[in-house]
């Protein structure tokens, strides 16, 4: 792997997380920090962040915007309003594990609706009570959401956001995105205005939940952060003070999906059982991760789901077909 160019706004960055790494083999390197300097790489052949006319252009934006307006997103937003009839306590579940399996980016609230015990079944571990009971201990608290990626993943974790802001759950919700175009479909502050719109354009309650948000929006209840630690290959024990001191100040932290999650443990191969607390103590504040299993990274996994799942003999860790609701206070 060859350096930034001497001209990179990040260079003396890059420099530093780099050292010792720079010049080997991408199969050589550490998987996390491989990765993050691919996306980084991409973006200087790309012109992202140069001078010429290419600036600021997400070269996944096309596939994003495609995403987005295609008529399954249409579908999903009109599911929405099955959600109405729901009792609030069911209603918040349906909305939850919207945006948990939105991570998997293949389900939507209408699966949801019809099948919550199948993929309440899915959960590895499922610490749904402490998260309502830390939101309801804290309410309206502050809820830092960690965005994980943009389109059918982010419009039910802003429907979400919008809840807990409707319902006061929340008094602020702090939406965490990437900097730049990252992982191919990770959430960016255009990614964000754009599922607002497609949300505030649709009818029915998802409409309704648009124009909550726009609202919310201007007010400063739902406020936006794209911390140049969020696209950094460092776990997030190795987090700076201002964003240390952001998720302090927090009643919550949500983290979405895979990637954050191998973060927030450290991207180990942990014993499986080792304890979610223990791996996470560092972290600043309670925090909940709402993930589907795409990676080998895991904690906190109970010794008999472990062995009742290892000796079914399918794939489970990696595939996404499992999910885990894991909460820390
Ligand atoms: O979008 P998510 O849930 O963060 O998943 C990203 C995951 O996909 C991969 O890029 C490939 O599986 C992993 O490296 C990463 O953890």
Not at 79 to 92: I, K, M, S, V
Not at 140 to 165: F, M, Q, S, T, Y
Request: glycine share 10%.
């Amino acid at each position: 792997m060859e350096p930034l160019e001497p001209s990179a706004h990040d260079g003396a960055a890059w420099a530093e997380w780099g050292r010792g790494k720079i010049g080997r083999r991408y199969v050589d390197v550490p998987f996390l920090w491989g990765e993050s300097y691919f996306y980084r790489k991409l973006l200087e052949a790309t012109g992202y962040f140069g001078d010429g006319p290419w600036r600021g252009i997400d070269p996944f934006g096309p596939m994003k915007q495609a995403e987005l307006d295609g008529p399954v997103v249409d579908g999903e937003l009109a599911a929405l309003d099955g959600t109405a009839a729901l009792p609030p306590g069911e209603r918040a579940e349906a909305l939850l594990l919207g945006s948990l399996w939105g991570n998997r980016a293949d389900l939507s609230f209408g699966v949801t609706l019809k099948g919550d015990h199948e993929r309440a079944a899915d959960l590895v571990v499922d610490d749904r009570p402490l998260l309502w009971s830390l939101i309801e201990a804290a309410a309206p608290g502050k809820i830092c959401l960690v965005a994980d990626n943009a389109g059918r993943e982010l419009l039910p974790d802003l429907v979400l956001a919008d809840h807990l802001l409707a319902c006061g759950l929340a008094g602020e919700v702090v939406l965490h995105v990437k900097p730049f175009p990252y992982f191919v479909s990770d959430a960016t502050p255009a990614d964000v205005l754009a599922c607002l719109r497609r949300l505030a354009a649709a009818p029915g309650r998802a409409g309704e939940a648009g124009a909550r948000l726009w609202g919310a929006m201007e007010e400063g209840r739902l406020r936006l952060r794209a911390h140049p630690f969020a696209c950094a290959p460092l776990p997030y024990a190795d987090m700076p003070d201002d964003l240390r001191e952001e998720f302090a100040s927090a009643s919550l932290t949500v983290m979405k999906g895979d990637l954050n999650y191998r973060r927030l443990v450290g991207d180990r191969m942990w014993p499986a059982t080792t304890p979610f607390a223990a791996v996470t103590a560092y972290f600043p504040g309670p925090i909940v991760a709402l993930r589907t299993l795409k990676s080998d990274a895991l904690a906190g996994v109970p010794e008999r789901t472990l062995a009742e799942l290892d000796a079914a003999g399918r794939p489970w860790r990696t595939t996404g077909t499992h999910a885990m609701v894991q909460a820390r206070p």
